[in-house]
């Protein structure tokens, strides 16, 4: 299979210092075919509406969309791969995620994340949890996901 | 690949009359194993303590960790597949989910959903959004995930 992500965007982010308040991050893109739904779908949400373009007309989304829960992932690939560099990885606590909008076949997805909130950790110093707030756009810049997630992170220190 | 699903459980739900508070629901149970959880990671998390359990081991995680977006989407797979019967889908507008605790290979998931509130539509008779609490279980019941999600889903009609 040709690796549908493409290569990351410049980053504001300085280094391996820690997540603070206001930092943004552009992530690389991802482009989802009809293929790359069916397979995820039949996994993990084998539903008709994600698993065959015909079945779909007749459903809530009129066609075939990705599960909410491949849009998430992809999310997550494109912000790990090319989004945020932390030095010891991204670890969410949880998260709330939203879509206003279904994802299709033939979208080119883009994580648009800004650091939102901070909160130190008391007993492990320079560490914290970063709340992230991330955007998914596809490239008519329709929003389809908004995720909110609570990180555990490195977190900028103040100097 | 042996699927790793296994059948469903009793059900509480009356057929396709639509959800309603307090209905209940137990779901199959899906067995992870390390491949699995690498295979997931490479597409859509690669980070090494969901790669390796060699260079998980001094990570965060201490060993080799499923992705939450795998859990996530287990849990999909089972209440999609075993959980909850309705007709027309499971539609997710969104969700509220934590990760008390990692998925780790060898464990054994298992799904636990409650209908906690229903709203119906104004302008879709006999549809609304349900709020469906759900927890995954492994086989020492030890809890996985917490999730809250809002369905687009039939509601059941008082009488």
Not at 13 to 24: I, N
């Amino acid at each position: 299979m040709t690796d549908p992500a493409s290569g990351s965007s410049a980053q504001t982010y300085p280094g391996s210092k820690g997540l603070a308040v206001g930092q943004k991050f552009v992530s690389g893109t991802y482009a989802l075919d009809a293929e790359q739904i069916k397979t995820f779908a039949a996994l993990y949400d084998p539903q008709p509406f994600h698993l065959d373009e015909v079945a779909a007309q007749d459903t809530f989304f009129a066609g075939l969309a990705a599960s909410g829960w491949q849009t998430a992932a992809i999310t997550m690939r494109l912000v790990v791969t090319s989004g945020i560099p932390l030095r010891d990885g991204i670890i969410g606590a949880g998260a709330e995620v939203s879509w206003p909008q279904a994802t299709r076949p033939g979208d080119v997805l883009q994580v648009f994340s800004e650091v939102v909130a901070v909160k130190p950790s008391r007993s492990r110093p320079g560490w914290g949890i970063a709340t992230l707030r991330s955007e998914t756009l596809n490239q008519r810049r329709e929003v389809l996901q908004i995720l909110v997630a609570k990180l555990v992170a490195e977190i900028a220190t103040e100097v």
